[in-house]
């Protein structure tokens, strides 16, 4: 099983970019497909994007498309989410996770866009 640290939230202004990061232990993490997905407040969680294990291949919810990119580095164990055009309804928690996720979540990374 891979065991996850994100981080890189932080608070923004509509329109900004923040860049999250996935820090992943395990010597099998480029065997995993890998998401990040975010929850808001009152929200059920929901899939953002997933990129595929040698991240040639990526797929994204139609809110982030075009404006967020998913990549990862395997040999850092990482994945990344950079994210742009930032509006306020990207506000959440973002969760790193394999794809499909496993049942247990890490802590998150806190995004807020707000003026």
């Known amino acids: 099983q891979v065991q996850i640290v994100e981080s890189g939230g932080g608070l923004v202004q509509p329109g900004g970019s923040l860049r999250l990061s996935c820090a992943a232990s395990g010597r099998t993490f480029s065997s995993y497909a890998m998401g990040w997905f975010r929850q808001a407040p009152g929200k059920e969680r929901e899939f953002v994007a997933h990129?595929?294990?040698?991240?040639?291949?990526?797929y994204y919810a139609e809110s982030a498309e075009g404006r967020f990119t998913i990549s990862r580095d395997n040999a850092k164990n990482t994945v990344y989410l950079q994210m742009n055009s930032l509006k306020p309804e990207d506000t959440a928690v973002y969760y790193c996770?394999?794809?499909?996720?496993?049942?247990?979540w890490g802590q998150g990374t806190q995004v807020t866009v707000s003026s």
């Open positions: 996770n394999t794809y499909p996720p496993f049942p247990s």
């Open positions: 990129i595929s294990r040698s991240g040639s291949n990526t």
